[in-house]
């Protein structure tokens, strides 16, 4: 594991809590010098990358560009892996989330909403990051695979799936009956 400081530390797990990796806002107490020289270190290492900010949607600027617009951080694969957060079940959770329409009778969501949210970190080596990896394989996975795989039963596979995959993180996820298999539960476009 790369050596990070408290702050680097601190900007990559608010940013695995948050939809999008949203590296932004930022501790509160660093700003100016200290946060240009941090967030520069940390995109320098690959831990963050500058992406235009949707100030529609509410995200917070980490600088104006000049032309009206503005841009904001998000932490990487590269950064969630320093932190000793998997990457692909980490990415998958972003993408979800982006692709996630917004209902148009919601408000837009501020920057205080972001830090209400709860927080939706998946450690490595858990049995919710082995079954994202399952479903994000080509062909899928079977209820009887996911129970092979985390010695759960299939009742607690199923309700995995529904509750905290789908409900709870937003993935979209298919099922389809295959002959041979039963049903199979994919993770799209991940």
Same mark, same amino acid.
């Given at each position: 594991?790369?050596?990070? $400081?408290?702050?680097?530390?601190?900007?990559?797990?608010?940013?695995?809590?948050?939809?999008?990796?949203?590296?932004?806002?930022?501790?509160?107490?660093?700003?100016?010098? +200290?946060?240009?020289? +941090?967030?520069?270190?940390?995109?320098?290492?690959? !831990?963050?990358?500058?992406?235009?900010?949707?100030?529609?949607?509410?995200?917070?600027? !980490?600088?104006? $560009?000049?032309?009206?617009?503005?841009?904001?951080?998000?932490?990487?694969?590269?950064?969630?892996?320093a932190i000793g957060i998997e990457p692909v079940a980490a990415s998958a959770v972003a993408s979800a989330r982006k692709r996630k329409p917004q209902m148009a009778a919601e408000p837009a969501p501020t920057a205080g909403d972001a830090d209400a949210r709860k927080p939706v970190t998946i450690r490595?080596? $858990?049995?919710? +990051?082995?079954?994202?990896?399952?479903?994000?394989?080509?062909?899928?996975?079977s209820i009887a695979e996911i129970v092979e795989a985390t010695a759960w039963q299939a009742h607690t596979a199923r309700g995995a799936i529904s509750g905290a995959l789908k409900k709870k993180l937003g993935l979209p996820i298919t099922a389809e009956k295959v002959e041979g298999r039963g049903t199979v539960y994919r993770l799209e476009n991940a």
């Open positions: 594991m790369p050596k990070l $400081t408290d702050t680097q530390t601190i900007i990559l797990s608010r940013a695995a809590t948050r939809p999008g990796n949203l590296a932004m806002p930022l501790p509160e107490g660093l700003h100016g010098a +200290a946060a240009k020289m +941090a967030v520069n270190r940390m995109i320098t290492n690959g !831990w963050v990358e500058e992406v235009d900010a949707d100030l529609r949607k509410g995200e917070p600027l !980490w600088r104006e $560009t000049g032309d009206g617009h503005g841009t904001t951080l998000i932490a990487t694969e590269a950064g969630l892996a490595a080596g $858990t049995k919710q +990051a082995q079954i994202i990896a399952l479903l994000q394989r080509p062909e899928g996975a």
